[in-house]
């Protein structure tokens, strides 16, 4: 693991499964998987996170707001913009929307994350309006012109029709939630990466793929290793391994797929033999960890991500799925690297907990526009 100087933690692994599952956060201590050296990310420099806010009312009718800037004039957008330095996702949001709607709000949820790699990441918001009156055209401003309530039918020339999905998305949550409501967690982290709850399940047994620890310092760095090396480099890792809990593993996101492709990633690394004969599903988000309050040194994100991993082998004669060759549940596949191993999940509250999330599709969704 490669240490991000932020601190340790003790905990017992199936305990913080269920709190990840559950919506709370925990706080990133290391890296242990990524393909490029590890640098903080700055707020604007190297990252650009952008916040906007589906708020319907009574009607059903949608907040929109009439773009000031040049290059949109008088076209109609959601409250919507880039985050500044020192502040949360959710005050950012709150922000937009008082600066551009003149109305005060509270987030309901997250309703769906969008990225371009790192470098540009959208948090799309349910809210409900709390306060303030909305803006006039006697009130415009370099913000905005004016904002409206939509009956969605009415002509409307809008800034972007990527907007409509997202609105229909606000509307179906609203009217029946399919997952917990995720708001972003106060927890800070210097880079933008992952933690994967990375589930085989077979039948009713489910098993967690959990890293071990520092063993994977040398296999992210990038630099050639000796062989002398390497035999002490995995002494110093064996001696060291007891003094490790085992943890969810958490990866470094890719400067073009932020939270698509670390997965793949991860079980290209520690099952390299078989990866083409496995299907990797990325399900969603089970929580959003950013904390900005310094900027340049924590202006990075942790996606709480839930994967699961199945075998695509053609069933046999019998006809028997994959996940039951034999007539026998199928055991996880091989893993081929020490830092890594299969954690059998002993709780049965623990194992439908993950059962439900992956079969029911119960995540905060995210999309790659790439």
């Known amino acids: 693991m490669v240490k991000l100087n932020m601190g ?39 990252v650009c996170y952008i916040v906007s806010a589906v708020i319907l009312n009574s009607k059903k009718e949608v907040l929109m707001v009439q773009e000031a800037k040049q290059e949109c004039y008088g076209r109609w957008y959601l409250p919507a913009g880039r985050m500044e330095e020192g502040e949360s996702i959710e005050e950012a949001m709150k922000r937009e929307v008082r600066e551009e709607a003149g109305l005060e709000c509270q987030p309901i949820s997250l309703i769906q994350v969008q990225e371009q790699g790192p470098q540009w990441v959208r948090f799309a918001f349910l809210a ?20 409206c309530w939509w009956d969605r039918k009415s002509p409307l020339p809008l800034r972007g029709r990527d907007i409509l999905s997202l609105i229909e998305t606000g509307l179906r949550y609203q009217e029946k939630p399919w997952f917990a409501p995720v708001l972003p967690l106060d927890l800070p982290c210097p880079v933008v990466c992952q933690r994967l709850v990375l589930a085989f399940a077979a039948g009713i047994y489910v098993w967690l793929l959990v890293s071990k620890g520092p063993q994977g310092s040398n296999a992210v760095s990038g630099r ?36 698509t492709w670390a997965a793949h990633r991860l079980v290209q690394e520690c099952m390299p033999s078989c ?96």
């Open 224 to 259: 050639s290793v000796s062989t002398e090396e390497e035999r002490s480099r995995r002494r110093r890792s064996s001696e060291m391994m007891d003094m490790v809990d085992a943890h969810l593993p958490v990866a470094l996101s890719t400067k073009t797929h932020t939270v």
């Open 8 to 46: 340790s933690i003790d905990f017992n692994l199936e305990q913080n499964v269920e709190k990840i599952l559950n919506g709370e956060g925990m706080e990133v201590t290391g890296i242990d998987s990524a393909p490029e050296q590890i640098k903080p990310v700055t707020l604007r420099k190297t």
């Open 275 to 370: 990866y083409y004969d496995l299907d990797v599903n990325t399900h969603g988000l089970l929580g959003v960890q950013h904390g900005g309050c310094v900027p340049g040194k924590t202006d990075g994100l942790c996606f709480n991500t839930l994967v699961s991993l199945t075998l695509e082998r053609r069933a046999g004669a019998s006809g028997a799925p994959p996940t039951e060759l034999g007539g026998k549940p199928a055991d996880p596949p091989p893993v081929e690297t020490n830092q890594y191993h299969w954690h059998k999940v002993d709780s049965p509250v623990l194992r439908d907990n993950i059962l439900r999330r992956i079969r029911q599709g119960s995540t905060l969704p995210v999309l790659s526009l790439y």
């Open 128 to 147: 409900e309006v709390t306060g303030g009156t909305l803006k006039t055209e006697a009130q415009a401003d370099a913000e905005s012109l004016q904002a």
